[in-house]
């Protein structure tokens, strides 16, 4: 099939799936070109298995309008949905109605349960299990690797570290990684008929079959949890904290998707890139390993800023309002870019360059304002600590050839990338 080159901003559609099928290069040339743009572009809604198309929505793709956005939430709602750009129906809603879906103060009261158990106090105290994790992996992967050659990297490691993790935070056993790992799957798969199935009606049976595991699942394990609290992560939502506030079944259900999707999606799409960047360029690859433990905290960043893995969260205005040269009405739907974002050439010097000592980088891959990640010290303790095992134990670990994209517009994911070893492996 021929594809059209992009030479303007007449041949982008960001709500056309195929689009987010181009190759990376057309991507690039597409948002660059947005940016460039006088004002932000409307585009028709994408088609969903799960609802009419709207109006359309207004495209930001600068830095500085996704900022602004991000922190002013009076104006930018993320009601009803910041993760469809359709409106979802309300059986949707059970399972997809999590935080990141609710303004204040609703948002306000929910984010302060969860809060604590994201706080760099508590990731310091889960440091250690994350090290056992990431040893684990390490080891399964560096001795498949001697006994059977390449592997897929993406199911052997970027998938494992953080859905283990996850799942013990949670108290959930781990004879449940195979069910939990195959539903997240479907529910952060976009428009992926490898993972979905090819007609609307499969895709939208298939989202709502594995969000229905997922909420039976955390709801017997919250029930055991009421009976018997323990110290993970669950008991402390489900019991009432100091100011007596606790997670009914549906916030809990609606949480727990929400991070095995989120915390799990965002985590593994990083560490697959990031083997990915660091291939692909030898000379910051040896730049990070002459000196591990000091620059591989902007190597986290820079690869969390190239990667992107959460491409864009949706907005609602809720008010008349002027942002980025163009004045939106109440009801206008805004998608903020965070892919774009992060290759503003106004922030960024050479913002398609991998650099690891770009500093500073104000990438947005987090969000911002008062939805800014509340997983974000997790995820970057789990990238810091897999990427010093794998190089320190797989020196010679490298991807190899292209990876297999998963088909979305939404998580910059890859279902599939094969990884092989040059020289020798270290430890035992």
């Not at 594809?3 to 960001?14: C, F, K, Q, Y």
């Not at 291939?279 to 690869?303: F, H, K, M, S």
């Amino acid at each position: 099939m021929t594809v059209t080159p992009i030479t303007g901003i007449e041949d982008v559609n960001l709500g056309d799936i195929a689009f987010w099928g181009r190759p990376p290069q057309d991507r690039a040339t597409a948002f660059r070109l947005l940016r460039e743009h006088p004002t932000p572009v409307r585009f028709p809604e994408p088609k969903s298995p799960w609802a009419e198309s709207g109006p359309g929505y207004y495209a930001l793709v600068r830095h500085a309008d996704v900022s602004e956005a991000n922190r002013n939430a009076e104006v930018f709602s993320s009601e009803p949905s910041a993760l469809t750009i359709t409106d979802m129906p309300p059986e949707f809603n059970e399972f997809f109605g999590s935080l990141v879906n609710m303004d204040d103060p609703r948002h306000a009261s929910i984010r302060r349960i969860v809060s604590s158990s994201f706080s760099p106090r508590m990731m310091r105290r889960l440091t250690g299990d994350i090290e056992r994790i990431a040893a684990e992996v390490v080891s399964d992967l560096s001795d498949a690797l001697a006994t059977s050659g390449p592997r897929d990297f993406v199911a052997e490691v970027s998938s494992r570290v953080p859905l283990l993790v996850i799942l013990d935070m949670m108290g959930i056993p781990r004879s449940h990684y195979p069910t939990v790992l195959e539903c997240s799957n479907v529910i952060a798969a976009g428009d992926d008929p490898e993972l979905l199935g090819a007609t609307q009606t499969e895709q939208e049976a298939a989202y709502l079959q594995a969000a229905s595991v997922l909420a039976e699942l955390m709801a017997d394990i919250g029930a055991q949890r009421r009976a018997t609290p323990t110290g993970d992560l669950t008991s402390a939502l489900v019991n009432a904290g100091q100011d007596g506030q606790r997670f009914t079944d549906q916030e809990l259900s609606s949480f727990f998707i929400f991070l095995i999707v989120a915390g799990n999606e965002t985590v593994r799409t990083a560490l697959s890139h990031g083997l990915e960047l660091l291939t692909d360029n030898p000379d910051q690859r040896a730049l990070l390993t002459a000196d591990l433990d000091d620059r591989l905290p902007g190597a986290v960043e820079e690869i969390l800023r190239l990667s992107s893995p959460a491409i864009w969260m949706r907005r609602t205005v809720t008010r008349d309002h002027e942002l980025g040269g163009r004045t939106y009405i109440k009801g206008d739907k805004l998608v903020l870019y965070y892919w774009s974002a992060n290759r503003d050439e106004k922030v960024f010097e050479r913002p398609e360059e991998f650099d690891i000592l770009r500093s500073p980088n104000p990438h947005l891959s987090f969000g911002g304002g008062p939805h800014f990640c509340l997983g974000a010290h997790l995820a970057r303790l789990e990238m810091t600590v897999l990427f010093r095992e794998l190089f320190t134990r797989i020196p010679g670990i490298r991807s190899v050839g292209e990876p297999d994209q998963v088909l979305s517009g939404f998580f910059n994911g890859m279902k599939r990338l094969t990884c092989d070893t040059v020289g020798e492996r270290t430890g035992s």
